[in-house]
Each structure stands twice: as structure tokens, then as C-alpha cells.
């Protein structure tokens, strides 16, 4: 479990209009250390210039240097167009320091239109970070993106390269070298072409996709790290770009430790959004200062960027040995089933709500009769997984037209998924209210916790929180008031919303604002739609809020997000996998399978108690300390 945290002033790295060589973008940054400071070598785009007889916006690499790893200064060219192997262009550079001099790797246009023939990797070698004596084309083929191993391994020179990128599907793709002149030797390479399938490494998770190499490889105590570019549904003319990391064995670097199950940075923010090419985030540089991790990247190739993530929390993330949910399941699951002889609750009991008072744990659960109308039936705990009690009956069935079945005699309607809360003496009920007919709403509903408690179930007339004629789902309240306002959350589309009102009831006020704070993130586990879980739960830090995320394949899993302590609107923190997923049979089969999807917690001193419904079939109980996740989103 870790998250990743970009830079608070991105984009770092901006277009510079006052210079024309770099007025159009400035991207795909590298970062070198030196004693005075920060040395950056980045793609620069011209203005649309003529250069034999092409109108065309020309690449160079640009130098700059920063004091405070924030601020850009001395920004010049450095490397352009000069040779007949880049005459179009000089792009994406990768550099280095290996064995006493600096290598500045970067992709070669050498001719027009561009084609995959004439695109291929040279080299810029120097004895100075600013000074580059000598330029090699490297590969006689199309390639991109090389950088090189810092050290030998085995006495061998190692680079590691993006093969093919221009005849997809691309590879990664090692050389090794006896001498670093190899690297522009024709001969060497049509050796290398001749075993080139021994020296490929395929990370691919689908033959659509497409990857490409970071930044240069880093050194740890667990293997090489290579952070990199995984390009899904490369073909699909809708790409989905996102970060991803291997980790490679020490000595014999071509074997694959580990990586990560999914991507951990994909584009999410405006700039990232809209740009030149939309929707991209490369990785093109990496740093590490401690424990942190710093990856460089194009943010939709306009301008770069940085990243940060815990060097420790990542390297566990591509062990599938320590890759393990945090959540943990109570043993004794299911905690509830459909019982015989209930026809109300025939067909299935899940997705709980929850609250705790005078030390005993209620849950509210949905449940589905024999004809598929949802009621909410209750059961309680004391010790937070054996039940003391469950009642007969359910505390709150279909009362009203919009939640009344409408449809076929077996369809689905009724109230659904509910979330309760306590506010002061009063218990707030939010559920999803369906007839079969007209899109889902949430509605809202209130009893005296002197009545629940007493079993005494006289629920005021529910009220629809909902826009008209808007699906709606998944909705929860702050369980306090922030400067006289109530903040819902709720599900518009496949977002989780937020409102804030002077009303809780909703009687004279409905959510019509509905602030985006959470949304899909294309390419990850919670790519299709996200929902909240249950109440957030307020910390020193910030408001714990778990969350269901959905991926294209139709799987529910649980993430977590810690927002503002003083407005929940601002999300500080996201995990970036899944804290909980489906794994056991009652989680993986049932009415809807492979679903994990939580509607309720509870805090008891440091451990959290998470309950939720499995394949929409059953109720299960999941534990993870406070201690763990504010770690994890700090």
C-alpha cells in the first residue's frame, strides 16, 4: 500500500516563449546531481520553422539548472540538429554518468516523412555536464529511449532501450558490452539483431499494449528498479499511458523479480489532461534522494513534471509475496447469510452500513427477497464479528413511489446499499431508492437514536437528495457539520460527488452542486467507476475516506483517500492499488461476482472494522489499523 504525491508546483518545467527553440513545449526532462545544484536535459519544441523545405517544428535538448530542484534557470540549447542522422530532430534524452564520462542518450530523426527507419537512438558523449565533445548514432535499426546501467554487472557494460517503438508492439530490450565503443559499432549490432530474442524483456500484459522505457535503472538492496512507460490499447486510437516498475535480478538483470500489477501514475490532472498529445504521463528520468523516489515525467508531452513515492512501499508493491491486501478478513466470514424461511431476505444479504452506540454495533444490511425488492434488515454485534443479535424482520422496507417496484413482478427495485450516520441524537440514513423504471436516487431518511436503539424503528419520510432525473448512487454524510455546513457524498455518473448543505433532512435542499473529488483512473484497478464506502472516519490528519473502485473487467476492489480535515473537497492522499479485493469463494461467486463493496466502518481505538458485501450474496467483516493507513496516505 503507498501513494504517489506530485510536486505541489507542477508543472516545473514550462514552454519558454521568449525563446523560440522551446516555445511550443518543453518536456520528457532527465535530471542529473552535481555539486551546484540540479543539471535538467529535456526535448525543446520549436515554433513551426523550415528545414529542407519541411515546415515543421524542430526538437532539441535543452540544459537548464535549478538551485531548488523548483525553480528553473539558465536555460539554453544544447544539443541540436547537426548531424545527418538527427537532421530532423534531436528528442527525449536520457543522461547519464558511467565511468568517468557523460553520456546523453536520445532519439534521432533523420529523415522526412518519419518513419520507423529513420528514428533511432544516438549518442552525445562529454567530460562535463555542459560540454559534449562527440555524437554516435547507436543503433542502425528503430529504437528509443536508451540509457545505460551505472555500474558493470559481471563485467559487463549493460543499456537497456525501447526496441521497435515505431513497429509496435514495442519491447524492452537489453545490449551488453565489453567496451562502451560497442555502442556505436555497426558490427556489434548485427550480432545483437541475430540473438536479439534472448535479450528482450516483455512486459506486456495484453498484446495491444505497448511499453517503453524510464529512466535509467536503479540500485537497490532488492534489484535493479526500472521505472517505465506501459502504454494500454496502443491500437485502439484511445491509448491509456500510465507509470509502471520492474524489479530486476541483481546479477542476471534479464530475470523479472517483480513488478507492479497495474500502473501508479496515470493522467489525472489538467495538465497532464490537455496538452499537444493529451492524456500522457512518460516517464523519462528518476532520482533518489533516501527513501524517497523522485520519477520525472512529460506531462501530455507540453511540459515536465515530478513525482514522488516511497522507494521502500514500492519495492514491497512488486514483491507478489508482500503484494497482499491490508485489509484483513475475519476469519469466521460470512458474518451473515440469507436465512430459510426469511422470504424478505431469500435471495441475498449485503452490502452493510454501520454505526456504534453505547459500545454495541449496529448493522444495517441490505437485503433482497425472493422477488428481488431490497428492504434493510439489522443485526448487532458487541464484539464487532460475532453477532448478538439479528431480528427477525426488516427495519425498513419500500415506502414511496420512487422506490416502490414499478417493473416486472421480479425485477429489481426497492432501497437499496444503505450508509448510516450519527449526528448529534439522530440517525441519518442515506440508500439508493429504485423502482425499476426511472433512474436510481438517493434518498434520505432520520430516526432518534433513543428509537433505533429501542428498536422502535419510526423513520421519518424520506426525502430524494438527487438531482431530477439524475443516477445517482453510493451516498454518505459527514458525520459532523464543518462551519454549518453537511457535507454528502455521493455518485454522479461514475465520480464520487460532494455537496454541502445547512440542511441534512434534505427537505428543502437538494445535492445539485456535485464536486468531482474522486474519478477513475484510466488504466488502474478503479478504471470504470468509483464509489464511497461507508462514514469517513476524521483523524489529526485528515478524513479517512475508503472508497469501492471498479475495473473494466468488472471487478470491485477497495481503495482509500485521506481528504482535508477543513474541506473534505480537497483530497490530500489516494492509494494507489487496491487495499482489499475479492479473494475467497464468497467474495468471487455469488449474484455478482468478484466483489468486494463496503458500506460501513467503525473505529475501535487503532483497528478499523470494515463491513461489506460479498458478490452481493453474503456480509463479511475486513480489519486494517489507523496507524496503517495514516501511514500509508501521509
Not at 163 to 178: G, Q, R, S, V
Request: charged share 20%.
Amino acid at each position: 500500500m503507498f501513494i504517489v504525491k506530485r510536486e505541489e508546483h507542477n508543472p516545473i518545467l514550462r514552454p519558454n516563449t521568449q525563446h523560440p527553440w522551446e516555445a511550443l513545449a518543453a518536456f520528457s526532462w532527465s535530471v542529473f546531481h552535481a555539486s551546484d545544484g540540479d543539471h535538467y536535459y529535456y526535448r525543446a519544441m520549436s515554433e513551426p520553422e523550415q528545414i529542407v523545405g519541411v515546415h515543421t517544428s524542430i526538437s532539441v535538448i535543452g540544459h537548464a539548472t535549478s538551485r531548488d530542484g523548483l525553480h528553473i534557470e539558465n536555460r539554453e540549447p544544447i544539443l541540436s540538429p547537426s548531424m545527418p542522422f538527427d537532421t530532423y530532430g534531436c528528442e527525449d534524452p536520457r543522461v547519464a554518468f558511467f565511468e568517468g564520462k557523460y553520456y546523453l542518450f536520445y532519439t534521432a530523426l533523420g529523415g522526412y516523412p518519419f518513419a520507423a527507419d529513420n528514428i533511432k537512438i544516438a549518442v552525445a558523449v562529454g567530460d562535463t555536464p555542459t560540454a559534449f565533445s562527440e555524437r554516435h548514432l547507436v543503433t542502425p535499426f528503430n529504437a528509443k529511449a536508451m540509457t545505460i546501467f551505472p555500474e558493470r554487472i559481471n563485467g559487463k557494460i549493460i543499456v537497456i532501450f525501447s526496441y521497435n517503438t515505431d513497429k509496435p508492439p514495442a519491447c524492452i530490450a537489453f545490449a551488453e558490452l565489453d567496451s562502451i565503443e560497442d555502442l556505436w559499432n555497426p558490427a556489434y549490432w548485427t550480432e545483437w539483431l541475430e540473438n536479439k530474442d534472448s535479450y528482450i524483456l516483455d512486459l506486456r500484459r495484453f498484446n495491444t499494449d505497448q511499453i517503453e522505457v524510464g529512466g535509467q535503472p536503479i540500485k537497490t538492496a532488492d534489484g535493479w528498479l526500472v521505472v517505465y512507460a506501459h502504454i494500454q490499447d496502443y491500437f485502439s486510437g484511445k491509448p491509456v499511458l500510465g507509470v509502471e516498475a520492474v524489479l530486476l535480478d541483481l546479477e542476471q538483470p534479464r530475470k523479472i523479480l517483480g513488478k507492479t500489477p497495474g500502473p501508479f501514475l496515470v493522467p489525472e490532472e489538467v495538465y497532464e489532461r490537455y496538452g499537444l498529445v493529451p492524456n500522457v504521463v512518460f516517464p523519462t528520468g528518476v532520482d533518489v534522494q533516501g527513501d524517497d523516489l523522485a520519477v520525472y515525467y512529460s506531462a501530455a508531452d507540453t511540459t515536465g513534471c515530478r513525482a514522488h513515492v516511497s522507494l521502500s512501499s514500492l519495492i514491497r508493491s512488486l514483491n507478489p509475496e508482500t503484494r497482499t491486501s491490508s485489509m484483513k478478513r475475519y476469519i469466521g466470514n460470512p458474518i451473515l447469510k440469507a436465512r430459510e424461511g426469511h422470504a424478505w431476505e431469500a435471495n441475498g444479504v449485503f452490502n452493510p452500513a454501520s454505526v456504534e452506540i453505547d459500545g454495541k454495533i449496529y448493522i444495517v444490511y441490505r437485503a433482497m427477497s425472493d422477488v428481488n425488492t431490497s428492504t434493510m434488515g439489522l443485526a448487532i454485534t458487541t464484539d464487532g464479528v460475532t453477532l448478538d443479535e439479528r431480528l427477525p424482520l426488516p427495519i425498513y422496507t419500500p415506502r414511496e413511489g420512487f422506490e416502490q417496484k414499478l417493473s416486472s413482478p421480479t425485477g429489481n427495485s426497492g432501497c437499496e446499499d444503505p450508509r448510516v450516520v450519527q449526528i448529534g441524537e439522530t440517525i441519518y440514513m442515506t440508500y439508493t431508492a429504485y423502482n425499476g423504471v426511472q433512474p436510481p436516487k438517493v434518498a434520505m431518511t432520520t430516526i432518534s437514536v433513543a428509537d433505533f436503539v429501542a428498536k422502535n424503528f419510526t423513520w421519518t419520510k424520506p426525502q430524494i437528495v438527487s438531482p431530477e432525473g439524475i443516477d445517482d448512487k453510493d451516498a454518505c454524510l459527514l458525520p459532523e457539520a464543518i462551519n454549518g455546513q453537511y457535507y454528502i457524498f455521493h455518485r454522479i455518473g461514475n465520480h464520487v460527488c460532494i455537496d454541502y448543505v445547512t440542511d441534512p433532512t434534505f427537505t428543502t435542499q437538494k445535492a445539485i452542486r456535485c464536486i468531482q473529488i474522486v474519478s477513475p483512473r484510466p488504466g488502474m484497478w478503479d478504471s470504470a467507476k468509483v464509489g464511497i464506502a461507508g462514514q469517513p472516519i476524521k483523524t489529526d490528519r485528515g478524513w479517512i475516506m475508503f472508497y469501492h473502485g471498479v475495473s473494466k473487467t468488472s471487478t470491485y476492489r477497495v481503495g482509500a483517500v485521506l481528504l482535508d480535515l477543513h474541506d473534505p473537497t480537497i483530497v490530500l492522499a489516494r492509494t494507489i492499488g487496491p487495499i482489499f479485493e475479492p479473494h475467497e469463494k464468497y467474495e468471487k461467486e455469488g449474484v455478482v461476482s468478484k466483489v468486494v463493496f463496503p458500506c460501513g466502518e467503525v473505529l475501535r481505538g487503532d483497528t478499523v472494522y470494515v463491513y461489506y458485501g460479498g458478490a452481493d450474496k453474503v456480509v463479511g467483516v475486513a480489519t486494517i489499523t489507523l496507524t496503517e493507513l495514516l501511514d500509508a496516505l501521509s
